[in-house]
């Protein structure tokens, strides 16, 4: 009997592991429009098994030309990093009723500053930063604006117009679908003025293309650029998921925000093709310019802004309502948005 009792025990503790395994990871699924140093803390919180120790196994995905939001409308994509005015005009869409019916509101902010900048050809530099230099210089070039409606076109437009030039006379404006082709259209001569972020700037200011940034929207102040949205009908019937991620997504913000080095490590890992220098040079940017949201939260200010600039540069006529474009109930303390 003592031996069976004891055969029992070892069968037991060898099967102990296949009884507790763990539960599968959910997939998850991320569309952005562009792979930029902006979306750091979303690679962290990846690299670093944030997301993984929160239950989710996220792979992002790159869709350009706007396919980054219908991603999400189609529900080809769990989530969608992008500017809250790309969210609104897929929300506003005539003919389609399900955008309106099903909107993409943001649950946490990730990049908290326009992050676009205006670099030009080498040898090629406005007088002065002054308004009336700035317009002279503007005027008669060709700018790598980006595809029409994204937040580089838009940022683009709202300066020429701000400064009392008009988009459609006195620039032309190329609107590539695809933001990375920047540093070879302006390498090959195919524009004088291009917009864009990091990596590209220290790609293209490293190989001599164009020159330091002349224009930094950052300046702007805060700005909901690039945060996380999600469906009103996955907040309704994915709770615990949409938690779990901002979770993840905090602890992303706070390890750049705190540990360069976990920034650099993983920086290296999704831009192995930047040379060191530039990624030194992108990182001392972000940093500089306050890049990234610190606690998750998207401010009536941010939102405003953004809109604002959609509004300035011809994009978008009309009102806009925080409380059915943002949606904080996952953060920890939801008031620190107002």
């Not at 690679?43 to 980054?68: K, R, S």
């Not at 992008?82 to 955008?99: C, E, H, I, K, L």
């Not at 972000?286 to 998750?296: K, N, P, Q, T």
Request: net charge negative; aromatic share 8%; proline share 5%.
């Amino acid at each position: 009997m003592h031996r069976i009792v004891c055969l029992f025990l070892v069968l037991l503790l060898f099967s102990a592991p296949a009884l507790s395994e763990e539960k599968p990871l959910k997939p998850i699924v991320v569309a952005e429009p562009v792979h930029l140093i902006g979306y750091l803390p979303l690679y962290v919180a990846i690299h670093e098994g944030y997301f993984a120790q929160e239950g989710l196994d996220v792979t992002v995905v790159q869709a350009t030309g706007g396919a980054h939001v219908t991603a999400v409308v189609s529900g080809d994509a769990f989530a969608v990093i992008g500017g809250v005015d790309s969210y609104n005009f897929a929300n506003q869409q005539t003919g389609s009723g399900r955008g309106n019916a099903d909107p993409i509101l943001a649950i946490v902010g990730c990049v908290n500053r326009a992050n676009v900048y205006l670099f030009a050809r080498a040898g090629l530099a406005p007088a002065s930063n002054a308004d009336a230099d700035m317009a002279a210089f503007l005027r008669g070039k060709t700018i790598i604006a980006g595809r029409y409606g994204g937040s580089p076109n838009v940022l683009t437009r709202y300066l020429v117009k701000s400064l009392g030039l008009d988009p459609d006379t006195d620039v032309t404006l190329l609107e590539n679908a695809d933001a990375t082709t920047v540093t070879a259209m302006l390498q090959y001569g195919q524009g004088d003025i291009g917009n864009g972020g990091e990596p590209q700037i220290s790609e293209g200011v490293t190989a001599g293309i164009f020159e330091e940034p002349f224009v930094k929207f950052p300046d702007l102040g805060d700005y909901a650029y690039s945060v996380i949205g999600v469906k009103k009908s996955t907040i309704e019937q994915q709770p615990e998921t949409c938690a779990a991620f901002v979770r993840a997504m905090l602890r992303g913000l706070e390890a750049v925000h705190t540990d360069r080095a976990i920034a650099e490590r993983v920086l290296l890992k999704e831009f192995p093709t930047l040379t060191e220098a530039g990624r030194k040079a992108a990182l001392d940017r972000a940093y500089e310019d306050h890049l990234w949201s610190e606690d998750g939260s998207i401010s009536r200010q941010a939102v405003d802004t953004c809109m604002e600039a959609v509004t300035v540069s011809g994009l978008f006529e009309g009102s806009w309502d925080y409380d059915s474009m943002v949606d904080l109930r996952f953060l920890p303390t939801p008031q620190a948005a107002e």
